[in-house]
């Protein structure tokens, strides 16, 4: 069994709309050391494997078939043994 903790974010050359948001609205709120912001998605998935191998395997598969957008989004994961 494995906790894979899937990070998704954008690439740097692409436009973050809702990372800008979110840097205005800290800077409003005072927060003026904040220089920028990136949002993204972190994603939990469990695994029943039993091979650390196969639990890559299937987190890369899933992130290129429909966790990440390769052309404007790059991924990493983590795996922990539970």
């Known amino acids: 069994m494995f ?3 899937v990070r998704v974010t ?3 050359t692409v ?3 809702q990372g800008i948001t979110i840097a205005r609205a800290l800077a ?4 003026d050391s904040v220089e920028g912001v990136g949002a993204g998605k972190l994603i939990e998935i469990t695994l029943d494997e039993s091979e650390r191998d196969a639990a890559e ?3 890369t598969e899933m992130c290129e ?3 990440a957008n390769p052309v404007i989004e ?3 994961f983590e795996l922990q043994a539970g």
């Open 28 to 31: 409003t709120l005072g927060f």
């Open 74 to 76: 790059r991924y990493s």
């Open 3 to 5: 906790l894979a903790t």
């Open 65 to 67: 078939k429909l966790l």
């Open 10 to 12: 954008l690439k740097p």
């Open 57 to 59: 395997k299937h987190v």
């Open 15 to 17: 436009n973050d709309p």
